[in-house]
């Protein structure tokens, strides 16, 4: 089975974010659009700088999101049962992930909502250590109100308000699904996780976000995931496949795969390999693959039936997915149907 990184990484890189993030129309009855320029710009720092990976690392606001995701997963196949932990889930998710953001900016000056009053008090480490502050969807969405400043300075006027008015029509979402009637219609929670990602989304692609911010809500080291992690995973995946490696020169290995006796997960959320095992097509005999000794070339292959007098199978190349210390494959995630 795939991680639960691997796994929740292919829903947000499948998501549709063009069509989520359509028009809104605020309680003044005033429209609010999200501009070409604008939109391309958060997904390029969402998507193409792999700020979603914060979605899936160590932080509570991942851990809600993962756990939401699983829920939606598992109790969508079981029928007439309430469903509103899981909607609870993607509104906890939003709800740490904007304390997260609003906290990288403590100690500025700034001042918030506190928490069971109407006053505001200073964001800062002694009201956030006594838990002073109102940490609701509304009185988060205000902050962002009064500090758009927060967002990128090559984000634009209009996108920032956008945003704005997301967060708004997000807490109403909130407040008007879960304050007294139980939720049975999945189509209900397709509607809130479509919300959750959709400000999820915009808040992590908007944000200014510098290296010590990244690390602090949870960006993993993407060196980790190299050419090689990015094998590994595919064989593990893949098990019982055959490919063909090619080895010192012109040799051709053919092997089955086997699923690395040593993986193991870290965190919850990826998997640490040993490397990829092979075994040997003819022999049996079983070859670990290591990253200081890989082959130059690896594909996977298929038996097919030569045309001779004799029936017989024949090994065939299918899909090279590894080329001069490079992976070419598709990734798990491109793939789909993976499972946890």
Known sequence: MASFRLFVESHFLEFDYKKSCEPVTNRFNK??????????????????QKCYLMMVGINDFAESFVTAEWLRDSMGKAGAIDLTAIGLGYFKAVEQLMYALICLHKNEGKTIKAAGSKDRIPLNDANIRANEIDTSLGSMAKFYKDYLRMFRGSVDYRTKCYIREVLFGYADLRNGYLHKDNIHDMARIDEIRASTIRVIFLLLGAHELDEVSQEQLGMPDLSFFDDYYRMCEYVNYHSAELYMAEIDGDNEFWGWSIPDPYSHVVDGRYVVYSGFYLKELTSGQIYQFRKDHMPKTIWLGSLGIAH?????????????????????????????????
């Open 31 to 48: 429209t609010f659009v999200l501009e070409d320029e604008g939109y391309q710009s958060i997904r390029e720092q969402f998507i193409d």
């Open 308 to 340: 001779t007098e004799l029936l017989q199978a024949e090994p065939r190349k299918v899909v090279k997915l590894f080329d001069d210390g490079r992976f070419i494959g598709p990734s798990l995630a491109d793939e789909g149907g993976l499972e946890y």
